[in-house]
């Protein structure tokens, strides 16, 4: 009530704001009011800012996207890559490197990489910016990107890498683990005896099959890479909806804390559809019939 | 295989290339950028009292008045002012005055804004200030006099004219209560640019001010919730100047060459309340002595706060209105506060619990917990309590607590404003913020007799006898410190910034020397 009526308001203003907004009703009638109105994509205004709260998170969810499939691209690309290399000599020096350095990829904390990450490249060396987006291009009224702008981009290194840190380390041992139990299949000794190029072996014959579980495993964690990105977010200031839902907690905002919530689920809910059919195609053993 | 390596090698030496040519851009020489710690929320003039927002604010709006950087009241939107009677206040307005979307400033549009302040939620939260407005007239049919009269004597009415800022009728009027929070028309020197939420908010110099137009013509707002990432951007010359430098951080800001800390006593004072139910210990004045003389301050500055803070006797700081000089803190004594504890019967002491918010004040938790480590030395076993502000000031609001941690400074500079909020009885409109149910008949009656006052010396010289009172013989309050504000700025482009009492950054005060 409080932060509805303001701090100075007397017992009766408090009184005529609970009556305005309808919140002298028993919880049952507020409730269908409130599912009615969602149904419509009306969650209702912000009590901080005063306009649509469904506004307010659609405006920061093309950042959020943004950085999530940056780190997804990252992951996938050092991710696959290193773990290809890694299982090609999986006994050599740099190899044991990058295996070790995955096992700290999935146990530091996301908010020490972000911090650690600042401190080296921003403070120490001084070559990348700490916080924010950067310079970004309108595209459309409330959808900026920094895709393509030097500034923007040079933004989007930490804050990605950050978040793509831990998919980046599961990713490389899951493509590791599957590429040593390929390598050791008949068909690829074959592949190998028939004299075929090395390149031809390897990503056509070798990781194809290895693929499979890491697909599925990157794009269950999307969805979460969207929906989750908040500690990063913060630790960055990037302008994303993880840090309007950390906002709204503090300010105990909970039209947008409920709306947000909502938003997320629908977005996890469509990622995970996503995939699921996605696995048919690339798999088409496992195809329903 | 080795062309494998190779494209990756590639890419990352692409990738730090890429970096090393944008980390150069330098920034205008007209521009500057200030990181905040907490995110403004809104540009609805009074939608919030908050000095996140209202310091921001004063760049796009003016108010009838305008108090410079050393707190003075001066000339704003009215030339001047002056109090007929005690409830009548006359202002002439400025002329010539447009708004930002090319308006013209008229007394209509003060009319209007003072009228505005009245309406609830979400419109403002000035409803009490809003609430004690009676009428706003022309004076002889001259639109650029005005009188304003007000239902009750409101002593401070003109010192709160420098945060009620005056909107435009016609704009406001037409638009929802949304947009005039997301997109701001003022008389001031800066017009609104763009906001982002969460990233930036762009102000430009307004070329058309009736006043000097100021030298830096874009100024950028960030909010860096973060402390770290603060440190981080201003280290890194990303942001010309920080506000709030964590105490825990100060010396790691300090001690860097390319930054320099600026500091600032606060006008917050940080006190704690205790009530006086009828048959509680602490009903007992000798038993208030006792805790009051049980904590040692001392410790709390040096060990909590880092030696950001300076012992505070008294709630008011020293321009406001009430201040008195002579009060003196009572000194650490727990021999003496064990004593005290014994003539009032609690030779044992007694129990306790002590209330706070933890993520308000500079280490208000903290704190909390150093009290309670003191009072137990002399038998006082304290219960603490702290939690997030979102839960504290409800209960505040409901007057539950019985001993609890608050700050408070007052925009208006006036200690009768601050006591009818702070200490005074419970009832309609006064004691909004008295949490513990804090009630003293001798001095509310001390508050009226003031507010029948016109006088301001001699109003000032019963507020301040009312501030020695409460402080020294009813002990209404423990006050423990002011805090420091501490700003930390770039050296890198000659940024000239002296920070202001009230924390808000005016862009006008600002100037950049290359």
Known sequence: ?289 | MRRIRSTIILIVILGLILTTFTSGLAAAKDSINVAVGSPPQTMNPHGSDSDANLGIMANIFEGLLYRDIEGHLVPGLATSYERLDDLTWRFTLRQGVKFHNGNDFTWEDVKYTFNRLKEPYPVSEFLAFGGSIESVEMVDGDPWTIDVKTRISVPYFADNLHQVFIMDKESTESRSIGDIGQNPIGTGPYKFAEWVKGSYLKLTANEDYWGEVPPIKNAEITPITEPSTRLAAIVSGQVDILQDVPVELFDTVAGHEDVEVVTIPARRAIYLGLGNKKGSPTSDIRVRKAMYMAIDEEEIIEKVMFGHAFPAAQIPDEPTVGYDSSIRRFPYDPERAKVLLAEAGYADGFKITLTGPNDRYVRDAQICEAVAKQLSKVGIEVELDTKPKAVFFPEVDEHILDFYLIGWFDGTYDFGRSFTKLIHSVEEGYGGLNGSDYSDATLDKLLEESEEIIDPAERAAKLQLLNRIAMEEKIAAITLHYQEDAYAVYKGRGVEFTPRADTWILFREISINE
């Open chain 1, 1 to 289: 009530m409080l932060t509805l009526a303001g701090r100075y308001a007397t017992k009766a203003q408090q009184e005529a704001v609970r009556v305005n907004m309808g919140l002298d009703k028993p919880f049952y009638v507020q409730y269908i009011v409130f599912l009615k109105n969602a149904v419509k994509g009306d969650f209702g205004l912000s009590y901080v800012s005063q306009t649509p709260v469904l506004e307010l998170i659609l405006e920061r969810l093309p950042a959020s996207i943004e950085l999530a499939m940056s780190a997804m691209c990252i992951a996938l690309l050092f991710g696959i890559g290193l773990g290809v290399l890694v299982s090609l000599n999986p006994r050599n020096f740099i190899s044991r490197v990058i295996m070790t350095g995955s096992l700290f990829g999935i146990s530091l904390p996301t908010f020490l990489i972000g911090i650690l990450l600042i401190m080296i490249f921003a403070v120490y060396l001084g070559v990348l910016p700490t916080f924010g987006r950067g310079e970004v291009i309108k595209i459309t009224e409330g959808w900026r990107t920094g895709f393509f702008t030097i500034g923007g981009l040079s933004h989007l290194i930490l804050p990605a890498f950050t978040l793509g840190m831990y998919q980046l380390a599961v990713l490389l041992r899951l493509t590791r683990g599957g590429m040593l139990e390929v390598l050791r299949e008949d068909y690829i000794r074959t592949a190998w005896a028939k004299g075929l190029p090395s390149k031809m072996v390897i990503f056509k014959h070798a990781l194809r099959n290895a693929l499979i579980p890491v697909i599925t495993m990157a794009g269950l964690q999307f969805g979460e890479l969207i929906a989750f990105s908040i500690v990063t977010e913060s630790i960055f200031q990037w302008p994303g909806t993880g840090n309007l839902l950390l906002t709204a907690v503090y300010e105990t905002d909970h039209p947008v804390i409920v709306a947000y919530v909502m938003v997320t689920s629908i977005i996890i809910l469509f990622v995970n559809l996503f995939v699921d059919i996605l696995y048919g195609y690339i798999n088409p053993k496992i195809r329903y019939e």
